[in-house]
């Protein structure tokens, strides 16, 4: 849902709620100026950014340790998945 500022000033209780349901985005000038996003969605997305950091860690150290390398097949035997 894209709302103007003014429109934003107008109907913020309104678009809190709808922002539960899905992201508004606040325009200024015609571009984008803020995002509303629901508080159950913004946990999601900080628990996801959070996952990637530490699949980027994980993947940044067997590239740089190879010993810490594990090929697919012996970490699905590993996890049960074999």
Do not use: C, N, W
Not at 35 to 58: I, N, P
Not at 66 to 82: C, H, Q, T, W
């Amino acid at each position: 849902m894209l709302v103007t500022v003014t429109e934003a000033k107008a109907r913020l209780g309104e678009l809190i709620r709808d922002a539960a349901e899905e992201d508004v985005v606040v325009v200024r000038h015609g571009h984008p100026a803020a995002v509303l996003v629901g508080a159950e969605r913004y946990d999601a997305v900080l628990e996801e950014l959070e996952d990637l950091k530490d699949r980027l860690s994980v993947y940044e150290s067997a590239q740089s340790e190879p010993s810490l390398r594990v090929g697919f097949d012996k970490m699905a035997a590993e996890l049960g998945m074999r």
